[in-house]
Each structure stands twice: as structure tokens, then as C-alpha cells.
């Protein structure tokens, strides 16, 4: 449907001969890097470019030698170079945009001009509602045609469809794969309290140190932030379709969320009875994996593009529902590789597993 | 009015010259070791005796040798010596017991018995009601009289004149000083949901290593466990006199908890309002620090016997309460101590600042 | 030369459409599930089998349900089987061997004999002379025919005709990989002392609970152990052909190792000296990583098979060498499939990268 | 000998009534609030200021109100306000500055100009020798009259009589103290090296954020640094008047230092040999505990003022000494209050156990 592309949709798992061009943007971050470490083991992608738009970041390189990630050593052959909007216009299938919101609102719609794929990781275009997204995204604007929300076992076909990508905020994929098929399947007691109490490790506030990010600060430590202003909240009530009281909290460890929901289930709704409807929503889905009673940990999905759910009812009807995601896979990096196999048609899980 | 340990009554604060002779029986697992280091240097004590009833867990010593703690070098010159009940009901006029339920419940009338008073640390005689006390302590029986559950700030009167105080559970201090004003206040919904979210450290798992507690296992990693049955659960209940759905978490740090609660206020409830009730409550307590919009961190109180509270309200009446509290302190060995200020008449902050 | 396995020794990365069987006997420690991980996902090989001997430590499974893990769910479909002998000479090309000393000292020459290839994690096999042998290891006997080292880099050409690969230790990895070079090439000052401080993760303690790896006990802490008598040094000084003063200490952190190496160098040497010996003997090897003086850091190297090696020298002639691995991956599994490739002749980097 | 300030000496153990006037300059830093802490429970003196030249990090406070730091509140009443020197100068027996090099350098002579003793907890005046300082220390000058290096426990008289103490770096501080004692009574065999190898948390780098303290850098992870170009080098071998090869670590910790030193001793000196030195040096020393060859662990001191000092020697007379301190306590604030309670002619240990 979108013929100005249809040049460059040229991978399939069928042709194995053939591999798509992909770009980053902002590949010095820690979801840019986590991308680069994907794709470039990725069996059917071409890595064109690796770009950052700041040179000061700069892990190391002098000016006279070109910028490498010592991380990536014997991974990722090429250099880091500075963000080029025309290279990445004429050079690529598809372009990751690991950038802050405002960069990424400004690069996205030159790229899907020139015809190619976008997959944003900022949150510029993931909130449908205008009057939402200018309150938590002042700085972006107009949400371009061909755009799809990527939580991707929810949204398969409008991702493989689409041209520019929103990827899911870290804590929205956490929440709303487990919160959705319950509220589809009517078992929440009409208008009774969401409360998502989300755990994260510190990655998921990016590289640049703060006060808030300090060594020091962080370890030996447990502390709230953002209650009842976080713009994730807007994003997990979009995907859920209720109000949600979502209080995320900052936790002494680097990779990965836990997020605890409660609920009011319908009386007599059993255990059971949430298993048949995940299982009907996930059941052979390659990144979800459904522990039941016994509850998924963090240690369990790091380093891993899966989002563990586990699940405790009471006869009261009180529901706990648990899930764990690798905020930089799942919940970033990884969900946008997932995403890009989808568009291209390879199956969901190349180079994820 | 309990004449028979008369004699042991003698110290406060206008007698300097004369002190109080403690004990702690369990004196090598972790709250035991605290209270070693907080009554070592309280200035208003001498340590007659401490004791343990496991000599293969010794950290150092030799059959032939006295058994020592190496972090307690030179602060507690005293050996680590088999539990004796005879002696702890001779020569002592305060025992702590920091031993296992079942060991507590079974020592401690035999030392009230002798006129010794006695703080337990242990969840012996923590719940009232016999039908759940039943349910969550099996191995414990009758509750003796002159006892009082160590809530400081809440029942200091009871616990001033008590025989026996039950130390309140670590996770219950963290509720139950923030939520028991706000119920008696009835700022609450009427049968609202309560949700206490709590993030623990791992020491307030004891000394005894298990899968559960090994490195390797928490590092990196969070997780929720006894979801709708936890023991806690219940003196939460208690202290609060409503359903709490309260689900613990373990954290990769290893003293503090911090709670998140959850609740639906009456309609036009204001932050203002919950800082007045929380004024009237604890104003001028020296271990009680009210935060308000400033939510507190567990790295404030870590080592220190306080416990911070701050709050959030918004316009459509929910509330997000956060408290935190050093589990081995103020919820444990600190708050003994506090207790024992209390039933020795001396002021309540010595020591413990 | 061993004539009897011919059969068996049928895959190369020539023909593309047979795949190795291989096994896991000791599956559910550390290097056991990290040996499943890379073994699901490598391109050439079938696991055939991964067995456990303590049907204890399950993690899930009951006695009517077959036992898995949950971390590896979606990864590895099978299950874990108790260990058993005559199935892993029958069905088997190679058998990784995850387990204690004693039981790999007795379970591997049976396989031999059945003409299956092993990998040995443990230190059974690692020291040549016997009188050293016997005191480190002296539930152990005598060497099989066929054996290599497997420090994959440095004894290539044996690994690839070896019968039995002796998995190297953690420690001896991080440190003869950087220390061999230079000894070889003559470039320490005679008799000088060499200073081996190396800090590890707790994963290289195993899975089984102890005082020493408990949770409270290791965060917030350092500690040096095996001073004058970890058999670790042993290996080293096997590996190193000089006496060397080893002293590992445990670090709050799960996977890695950072060797910090002290040397006296011959007068004159530089750091450019150093690194054409270092780029002669590692130049062009997929997974050492030479730095320079820009030193590595635990973290370039966590969740990968590299080793990586930075030096800086002063105008005195002191050295210092720093060196990490992760001990997980490197220090044990990720080599030990690397040999594995070197035995089947494929590229050695087959499901490392 | 400094008679202007003779009026000011007026606290002793003798005089209870009395206390001393101290401030603190730099108090919002770690090492400013861990001296508030002390000081504000410390019995002989009272706090007249607590001053910061940043207004720009204040924890909380605005313009229009006093500032104040939360994990204070309850134990330290005071507002923070601005560097005032006249105000140091006026009204206060002794100054502890916790300030950045340059401004401890500018401001000690003019407090000592006004009679008021200082103890300096930067690293301004811990260099004797004049070309040593100006290359470690470019931004400072001339060395004042009055000065003792604050070590205490080799240097307690010097420290009695001080105007101003420079007080020692923290790795120094758990350096020297074991090492100096060897040297001093010729244990060392001569021109041999001596290497330390320390580790370290990551408060001894201080509050500011940067990207090698921030928390996904250093949590999982383990970095040398500063090899052969650490300033606290040339303060170890003043203390030590031998060569020393330091090389320092960060550990993903936060308060902590343990110190592990490679000594070649004179043949046939045994652990006795060692024990009798130390014990001589330190036995009955308050703040150093000798552990012989149990060795110390960094859990053992954290939150305490103590150094303690284990040590193994093999048959070839190579000597393996590990210290460890914790760097905020015994490394910086703890030992400037013991410098105080030497320099007011109190208990040594008052206000630190």
C-alpha cells in the first residue's frame, strides 16, 4: 500500500540471499547500543549506519581517529558517526531512532518522506490523543500516516503494516500486556481501582549522570517518583482503556521492571480463569511466557527480550498480578528488533533468542 | 502495680549513677547483633549476658575458646554464651529475645514468671486474637498478661507499664505508624481497597542462608512472595482494623523497607488535611519525620531508628502514602531499645540517636 | 587416532545439515543452565539430553510432572532428567560435564570408552602433575589418554584432537590469558615476584546457599580469601611456569572477574613492547580484546565470551596488567562451547557473537 | 605556643559543663553531613554553623527558606547556610572544612590567622614535601605553622598540639596504618616491592554526578583507575618512606575500602612476628583491631570509625596484609572527630563508638 517503499521491502525469510539496510540514530545511549549489539548478530540485516549526535559522549576516539564503543569491540566493526540526516534518507531500509522525543519528532517525518521505515524508541508518537500527547509531549506535534503503536502481540498487523513505529515506553509494555486481555475479557469489576506499583532498575533513566542516577544515591536504596505525573501513566491508561494509579519506583539494580498490579476481579473470577485468557492472548507467542501461580522474577528475564506474567487470586476476588520485562529488550531495544522483523516479514524471534 | 519485680525498677533518668541489666538471648543472628551495638553504648544499660542457643554458627571462637563477634570488637567486650534460663531469670532486669517464634514462646513466661520484663522480637505474641494467632503462629499458645504490642509511638502508655512487649514485625511498623491515623481520622472510603505495596531489604530475612537469599539469586533481580499469605499480613490488619491487600517484595539492598499504600480518600480530602492528622499524631515524636510532597528514601533512614512518611493526594481523592524504615531498627532492634526507654522511664530517644 | 568415534566426529561447518548431539550432564547450576542458553541457540548442535543428579534442587517440577526451569522457558523444551550414564554414552557426540570434582573424575572415562568426546568444567582434570593433582584435588586419579587444556587461544591445535578437554578454571583464564605472553616472550625481570589480585562475582561460588555467599554477608562488602591456598594458584602457576602470589576476593556483584596483575619488567620494556606481544599472540583471535592502556572494566565483558586486556607500564619497569572475563561465559561455559567448536571444526565464534 | 587562642582550649573531659564551638564548612558534601551526624550527638561540643558555598545543590530549601538536609532532620536542627568566613572566625573553636582543595587552601590561613583551630579534610596540606605538593596539589601554596598530619594513631601528640590538621586520604589512612609499623621495625626485605591493591566504594568519589559514578556504570561492574598517577600515592609513600605501587579501585559498593598488600618480608618472619609488631603499635588502640590471620572484611567497619588489620605470611616469607576502613568514617569524618576529641584534650573515642 505504501508503493514509494515497496523497493526497499525486499526481505523475506524465504530469500535468504538478501538483507535489509538498517540504521541507528543515537547509537551511544544504552538502548542504542543494546541495538547495535542485536543487530549486528541479527542474521538478515546490514548495520549502514551507527550515528550520534553528540560527540562529547564519546566513549572513546580523538578527533583525528574515528569513535568506537569499547563494549562493542569485535561485535560492531564500524565507527560511530555524526547524526546525518541525508545519509540515513538515502542509505537505509530502516532507521531506529534512540533519541530524546523532541529530536526524534524532528527526524522522523524526513525519513518517512524519503521512504523509509521508521521505529521511533522516544515517546513522541505514542500517544494517540492530542490533547494527551501535548500535555506529556509538548515539544512534538502532528502524528504522521502509516504510524502504529508497537507492543507487538497486540498490535502485530498494524505493525507489520506500518511505516513509522512508536515503541512502547518500558513501563507501558510491562503493565499493559498483563492488564489488557483482563480488561477485554470484562473480568475487572466496573470502575474499581488499577493500581500498577512498577519497580525499575536505573538503566531505564538512559546514560547521562544526575543526582538521581548517582552511585551513591541509588544503592542501599528504594524511592517513589513521578505519583500521579509520569507521562508513562498517560501511555499504560491509553493501552488499558481505564484509569490506572501507576506509581513507578527506582530500584539498586541496572536492567529490568517488576510491575505488581491489583485489581477487583469479577466475584467468583478464579485463577483458572485468568490462565484461559492469557493463554488465549499469548499462548504461543514466542516472548510472553506465563508462570501462573508461581510469580516470574527479574533475574529470569535479563538480558532477554521476554515479558514473564504470574498471577494469585483470592476468594474475595482480590487479583495480583505480577510481570517482569528487560526494560532495555522488551521494553526498548529488543521490542524494536521484534517490531522490524515483523515489518519485514522474518520471523518474530530472528536474532531475539 | 507489679509488685513482685519492684526491686528491678530502678533506673530513670534521675538516678544516673544506677543502670539497667539487660540481656539478649540470640544474640548472633542479625537484630541480636544490633541490639549488642545499640546497648552496648546506651549509657543507661550494662549487658549482663548474651547469649545463643546455636553454637555451630559462631563466627569465630573454639570449644576452648570464648565465642566473639569480629564486627562487635571493641564495642562489646563480652563472649557470645549458650542460652541459660536460669541465669537470664537471675540476674537481669530486662531480657530481649531475638530467637525464633517457637524458642520465644516458650521461654518467655518462664522469665516473667521470675519477675524479669521482657521485649520479644519474635512474632510470638504479636496477634491477639487466638483464632489468627492460631492460623500464622501454630507453635505458640497462651498470651500472658502485662503485655503490650511495641508500636511505640501508638501505645506507649501499655508499653511503659508492660511485663512483656511484642516488638512489632517490620513490615507492620511501616504501615501501621502511617495508615493508623488516617483510619482513626476516617479520612478513608468506606470499604475502599487498601493496597500496601512493600519493598524490603533482604536482612530482614535472618542470618540463615537459603535459595531464596543467596546472592547470585538477588542480585540483579526483584520479586514478590507471599502474595495473599503473609503473616504480616495479619498484624496489619490488626493494628489497622481493615482488609490490607498487602503483598512484600525482596530487593537487591539489604536494610530498609520502603511501603507504598494505596487509598481512596473521602471526596475533597486534601494533602493539607493528611499533614494535620499526621501532626496531631506525631508531632514532636522523635522518630517519626513527616515529609509530606517530599516522598522519603530509604537511603535517609538506613541506620537510624526512624521512620520518614510522606504523601500525595490527588483531586479525585486517591492518596499515595510512602514510608521507610531501617527493618533492623525501627523495625526491630531499634524499636526494642525505644520500648525498653519507655518501660525503664528513661527518655525514649537515648541511645538512639 | 581414536579410531572407535570416528563415527561420531560428522559435523563441520561444511555440511550444513548434520548437527552435533551434545548433553549436559549437571544442568541446573550456574554453568550448566548458562551451557543450555548457548547450546539452544548454537546453529550446528542438537541437545540431546540435560540431566541433573539431585532431583533436590529443582527448581519447579513434581515428582509427576517432569522438572524445568523457568528461566529457560521458550529457550530449552526439554526437561531436566536424572543423570544417567548408559544415555549419555549411547545417544551422544559430546558431553559437557557441569559437575563436582569427584563425580566428573568418575563419569568421564566410562564416556570415553563409549567413544563420546567430554568437556570437563570441573578441576578434575586440569593440573598435569600428579603430586599437585593430588593435593588440590584428591578425590581424583589418574589422567585419560586424549586430554587437553582448554584455554581455547593458547592450546588450539590440542583441543581440537583432544578425546577430553579440561575446562579451565575462572581464575586461571582471567590470568594466564594475559600473563603467558609475556613470560614467553622473556620480558619479566628474572625471579621478580608476580602479584595476582583478583576480584570476582559471587557466581563463581555455585548455586549452593552459604554463610559466605549470603546476600546480607556480600553486598556492602569486599572480602580476600584462599590466601597461600586457593588451587586456583595452582593451575595459574601450571599455566604461567612461575611461582605467582594469587589472592581472589569476592566482589558485591554476580558474573565477572578483573584481574589486576603486578610485574617487574626488564629495563627498558615499554607499553608499546607490550602490545606486540600481546597483538602477536591474541591479533585476530574473535574473543580476546586488546585495550591498551584505556584498562577494561567488568561490565565491557558481562554476557560475553571475551577477554579483555589493558596494560600501562612506568618508566621504572612496573607493570600493571588488567584483565576480565565474565566467569560464567569465558571463565567457564561460553569457553567451554568454544571448544567445542574448535573439536567440530567449526568456526570457533559459532553461537558466541 | 599559640597564645591568642589559649581562651578557646577550655574543653576537657574534666569539665562537663563546658563544650566546644565547632562548624562545619562544606556540609552538604557526604563528608559534611557524616561530620553533622557525628557532631550532633557528640556530648562535648555544640554546632555553630553548617555552611556550603553551593546553594545550587541544596537537597531542599528555596530562596525564601532555610535549607535543610532531610536524612538530618531530628538529629541536626540547623539550617544550611553560606560560606561565612568572619562568621568561622568569630564563633567557633574549631572549623572543619570538607571543601574542595582550592577553597580549603584559601581559607585555613585565615581561620587560623583568627585563632581558630581547623582540621582540613581535603587534600591541601597533607604533603610535606614542597615539589611533591605543587605536582599533586598545584592550587595550593605555603604550608602554615601549627600543622600535624591527622593519622592519629602514629601521630597523636603531634595532633594534640595542632593549629590545623591536615587529615589523611582514605586509602592513606588504611594503608599506612598497617604498613608503617612493618617498615619501621625493618620486617621488609630491602628495594623489594610493595604492592597495594585497593578497593573501593564509590562515596569516597564524592557527590557529584559523573558518568564513572553513575549507576549503571559502576553496578555490576569493577574499574582500575589512577594506575601510577593517583594522588593519595605520593601521601602513602610519605607515610610510608618507601616506593608503593597503589593502584585503586572502584567496587560497586558504597562506603568501604579494603586494602590488600603484597610484602616480601625477611626470611623466616613469621605471623607471630607480625602479631607481636602490631600489638605493640596498636594494642589498646581504641579504633584498630587486629584480626591476625582472620582476615577483615569490609561489612566487619562499614558505619564505624575502626581499622581493622589481618595478615598471612607463607614459608617463603611472601606477606599478604588486608585492611579495611570505611572511607567516609576512619576514612574522613570519623577520624576528623577523633583529630578533635585528641586536639580538645578528650576521651579519644568520645561520640565514635
Not at 538515502?90 to 530524546?100: G, I, M, S
Not at 505493525?159 to 503493565?175: D, K, M
Not at 529470569?300 to 474475595?316: L, Q
Request: proline share 7%; aromatic share 6%.
Amino acid at each position: 500500500m505504501h508503493t514509494a517503499v515497496q523497493p526497499r521491502e525486499h526481505v523475506s525469510s524465504g530469500s535468504r540471499g538478501r538483507t535489509a539496510r538498517v540504521a541507528v540514530a543515537g547509537a551511544t545511549g544504552y538502548t542504542g547500543q543494546e541495538l547495535l549489539r542485536l543487530l549486528a548478530r541479527h542474521p538478515a540485516v546490514t548495520i549502514t549506519a551507527a550515528m550520534s549526535s553528540s560527540a562529547r559522549s564519546a566513549t572513546s576516539g580523538t578527533p583525528s581517529s574515528p569513535r568506537r564503543l569499547p563494549a562493542l569491540a569485535h561485535i560492531f566493526a564500524g565507527a560511530i558517526t555524526p547524526l546525518d540526516r541525508d545519509a540515513l534518507a538515502r542509505d537505509t531500509d530502516v532507521v531506529f531512532l534512540a533519541l530524546p522525543d523532541k529530536a526524534a519528532a524532528e527526524l522522523a517525518p524526513a525519513l518517512l518522506e524519503a521512504g523509509v521505515r521508521v521505529i521511533d524508541l522516544s515517546g513522541a508518537f505514542r500517544l494517540r490523543d492530542q490533547a494527551t500527547r501535548a500535555r506529556w509531549y509538548p515539544e512534538t506535534h502532528e502524528l504522521p500516516g502509516g504510524l502504529a503503536y508497537g507492543l507487538t502481540e497486540l498490535e502485530r498487523p498494524a505493525v507489520a503494516a506500518a511505516r513509522l513505529v512508536a515503541n512502547p515506553g518500558c513501563y507501558p509494555t510491562s503493565t499493559i500486556l498483563p492488564l489488557a486481555p483482563l480488561v477485554a475479557a470484562g473480568l475487572l469489576v466496573t470502575d474499581s481501582d488499577i493500581v500498577v506499583d512498577a519497580k525499575s532498575g536505573v538503566s531505564g533513566a538512559g546514560k547521562t549522570p544526575s543526582e538521581r542516577t548517582h552511585f551513591s544515591e541509588v544503592h542501599g536504596s528504594v524511592s517513589a517518583y513521578g505519583v500521579f505525573g509520569h507521562r508513562h501513566g498517560a501511555e499504560i491508561e491509553q493501552g488499558v482503556g481505564r484509569p490506572v494509579n501507576f506509581v513507578p519506583h527506582l530500584m539498586p539494580l541496572d536492567r529490568g521492571i517488576l510491575s505488581t498490579i491489583y485489581l477487583r476481579l469479577a466475584p467468583g473470577t478464579t485463577e483458572e480463569a485468568l490462565a484461559s485468557v492469557y493463554e488465549q492472548s499469548y499462548g504461543g507467542q514466542p516472548f510472553v511466557r506465563l508462570t501462573g501461580p508461581a510469580l516470574p522474577e527479574i533475574k529470569h528475564v535479563a538480558h532477554t527480550n521476554f515479558c514473564d506474567i504470574g498471577w494469585r487470586v483470592d476468594a474475595s476476588g482480590r487479583a495480583v498480578i505480577v510481570s517482569v520485562i528487560d526494560n532495555l529488550l522488551k521494553g526498548a531495544s529488543g521490542q524494536a528488533v521484534q517490531n522490524m522483523n515483523v515489518m519485514l516479514g522474518l520471523d518474530e524471534a530472528t536474532g531475539l533468542l
